[in-house]
């Protein structure tokens, strides 16, 4: 590990920066983003330019190894027109975005959102302050402004040739009253010369030397280290815990009762306090949740695809009438199990607490979230508490759900004033208190006319619902919208691509007592495996080609039809495979994007699986770094794929029963295949790419396995399903 220093004087010093450079602020509209209106409209920092012609953008949303950062970097700097090779970056923190009126808005980074709901007013950060620059060269050379021109943080006046930098007019610029945000045009994306380019991550270096500080480094002088234990049944709490059986470890300095779940020793090196709470005796009360077996939380999902009641998704048409005059039915169920996040580095933060301030250093992936949870911890109000960000080695929606991670840290660091207090979840308490994906089950009924044609298609989703477990204020009318992800009718988000005659979706909440959270990409991904995995099954029920008999539903639906044309164009549809090797297709709509794949695998006579290779189309609308969007798409797949092939959380006597990687197998080196991108951004939309390809990364794979085995996968992960030819 790296020994660092990082303090609020650190912090501060970089906001120093801005008083000695330029401080672009101005206000802009947010659309339909009333909250953010009522708090603070205007005055922003996104561009500080140091005398020595630096440009630091300051970024908002965090960097998880998606390439946000760099992405939106070169919005800004492609606005800017300024030196790309002079580009840095710094975080603002969320108390300092309290403090100045909430300027930078949203600091979430989740739902693939990061460029996609940010681009327009980090673009216009860059141009504004471009035509400050310009504005402040005119006023020293006393000439008009549209005489000038910039390249490259040179600003020159066209008629006498003199010209100068961006950093020597910085402080004058500063000077100046921003323009207002509608006067202000942004460039036409056709004729982009930093964005839509595949250059190189602000952040490559420092990973690659060994600089990057990740949460989990994070050292303070006079830091001490702490490890947790909660109770084990979700819903249980302590009963008790006999400190003198560790109190003359080496080491040890305190133990520490988290409220009624759980349990925290306190010592020197964080080995120790694990090593002693390891030893120390303690006593839990399960309570009722320490009866709950897996079988019990499959059988209340199967209760409910068949349940009178449900929650309305979408509707059009007569399903039930449809279904009753159909010439022949299909019916199938599908399920997916709970899944865990399982971030590389498991969760943690360091907190600092005295009686007049908290500070947190960690992990987030919205900052203003764990702020809120350490004020509300600290017993401070909010502008006595600041959250320090530091990149996270994964995030995947663990650590956007919640942060009890912030919460534990902070509320073991009161036990011990003015001492700053390391906390780090061992890979056991990661595992086994998460907030895990969603575990459903969905009944799927296809009727067909007399010509074969699809004519009507009932899906009822039973099981969990994120936001009734995570945010039961967002629900609708008892509704959970996040449950039709990629089903909606209508709409930029997450459109269904296909138009049945007669449709019904809907959804039987079922919520048992393990936690479920956001996890990356979603809903989406059970959705598109129930039904591209269901629609493969009926064109091959129907005996039609599963292109074509996707396409026929797909003809109101061109840019979820554009992918799937480019990735069978692509792979060869319609052609013969390898010798051996067969195909899977799938498509899904979602977060903005639309995205198709087609896998081609093989399975040997003994049942080995092996995945050849996946071509895979994204129209994400604007492409800002090609290159990222490409590793996005491939890392969509080692996600995906893991989950699909082998992730699964189940649950004896209440309590989660894996604990390690020995239990929870990811997608290994070896068994990675070749991905071929296809990167189609056909403009006018602005859609993410961070999580849609994992959900068409499972029903591919699965399509191709049925067409190389015929054996019909409905249920993952797939270790559970034999594959061993008859």
């Known amino acids: 590990m790296t020994m660092i220093t990082v303090s609020r004087r650190g912090f501060l010093a970089s906001g120093a920066a801005a008083a000695a450079g330029l401080t672009i602020g101005f206000h802009v509209p947010f659309a339909g983003d009333a909250s953010a209106q009522s708090v603070t409209p205007e005055i922003n920092a996104w561009v500080v330019i140091k005398s020595d012609d630096t440009v630091v953008v300051r970024v908002a949303r965090v960097e998880m190894g998606q390439g946000t950062l760099t992405g939106l970097a070169q919005l800004v700097a492609e606005e800017l027109e300024c030196d790309w090779d002079k580009v840095t970056w710094e975080y603002p923190t969320p108390g300092e975005n309290v403090r100045r009126g909430r300027v930078w808005q949203n600091f979430g980074t989740a739902g693939s959102q990061g460029i996609r709901q940010s681009n327009d007013y980090v673009r216009k950060g860059g141009a504004a302050a471009r035509m400050m620059l310009v504005q402040a060269a005119a006023n020293e050379w006393k000439v008009p402004v549209g005489e000038c021109t910039v390249a490259k943080g040179v600003i020159t006046h066209v008629g006498t040739s003199r010209s100068t930098s961006y950093g020597k007019v910085a402080a004058a610029a500063s000077l100046l009253t921003p323009p207002a945000a509608d006067g202000i045009t942004l460039k036409d994306p056709k004729t982009w010369t930093i964005a839509g380019r595949p250059l190189k991550r602000l952040d490559t270096a420092e990973k690659l030397n060994g600089r990057q500080v990740y949460s989990i480094d994070m050292k303070l002088p006079g830091m001490l280290n702490a490890a947790l234990k909660v109770c084990p049944v979700f819903g249980g709490k302590i009963k008790g815990f006999d400190v003198t059986q560790i109190e003359k470890m080496p080491g040890f300095k305190k133990a520490v009762r988290l409220g009624d779940t759980g349990v925290a020793v306190i010592a020197d090196t964080w080995w120790r306090a694990k090593t002693a709470l390891d030893a120390l005796p303690i006593e839990w009360d399960d309570g009722p949740n320490g009866k709950v077996q897996q079988a019990d939380i499959l059988a209340a999902q199967e209760e409910g695809l068949t349940a009178r009641e449900a929650i309305l998704g979408s509707k059009n048409g007569d399903v039930a009438g449809a279904l009753a005059s159909a010439t022949r039915t299909v019916e199938a169920v599908y399920a997916v199990p709970h899944q865990h996040h399982v971030t590389m580095e498991p969760m943690n933060a360091t907190a600092l607490w005295t009686a007049e301030k908290c500070e947190v250093w960690t992990a987030t992936q919205n900052a203003e979230a764990a702020l809120a949870t350490a004020a509300e911890v600290s017993g401070l109000p909010i502008d006595k508490n600041e959250v320090y960000r530091l990149h996270l080695g994964g995030g995947f929606g663990r650590r956007s759900s919640s942060h009890d991670f912030v919460r534990y840290a902070v509320l073991i660091a009161k036990e011990m004033p003015a001492t700053p207090i390391k906390t780090i979840w061992s890979r056991e308490e990661d595992m086994t208190h998460g907030w895990y994906h969603p575990s459903t089950q969905c009944r799927l009924v296809a009727g067909f006319d007399e010509q074969d044609n699809l004519s009507a298609l009932h899906m009822r989703i039973s099981g969990q619902s994120i936001l009734a477990t995570l945010s039961p204020d967002r629900l609708q009318n008892g509704r959970d919208a996040a449950t039709f992800q990629g089903l909606n009718p209508q709409g930029p988000e997450s459109q269904l691509g296909y138009t049945v005659p007669n449709l019904l979706i809907e959804h039987a909440m079922r919520n048992p007592h393990v936690p479920a959270g956001f996890w990356r990409g979603v809903n989406n991904n059970q959705n598109a495996i129930y039904l591209e995995c269901f629609l493969d ?190």
């Open 537 to 726: 099954e009926l064109a091959h029920s129907a005996k039609q080609d599963p292109l074509e008999f996707r396409r026929k539903l797909m003809a109101n639906h061109p840019k979820h039809l554009a992918v799937l044309d480019a990735v069978t164009e692509k792979v060869g549809w319609g052609t013969p495979a390898p010798a051996g090797v067969y195909r899977g297709i799938a498509q899904q709509m979602g977060f903005g994007s639309y995205v198709a794949a087609c896998a081609e695998v093989s399975v040997s006579d003994a049942g080995i699986l092996k995945i050849h290779r996946i071509v895979a189309a994204t129209d994400c609308g604007h492409a800002v770094n090609p290159q990222q969007i490409a590793a996005q798409v491939e890392g969509s797949f080692v996600y995906g794929l893991t989950a699909a092939l082998y992730g699964e959380i189940t649950v004896a006597n209440g309590r989660v029963e894996q604990e390690n990687f020995d239990t929870y197998q990811m997608l290994r080196m070896d068994e990675m295949f070749d991905v071929e991108t296809i990167i189609m951004p056909s403009g006018g939309f602005w859609g993410g790419v961070g999580e849609p390809t994992i959900f068409v990364a499972a029903p591919a794979v699965l399509n191709a396995i049925f067409a190389a085995t015929g054996i019909r996968v409905r249920q993952v992960p797939l270790s559970k399903t034999s594959l061993k030819k008859a």
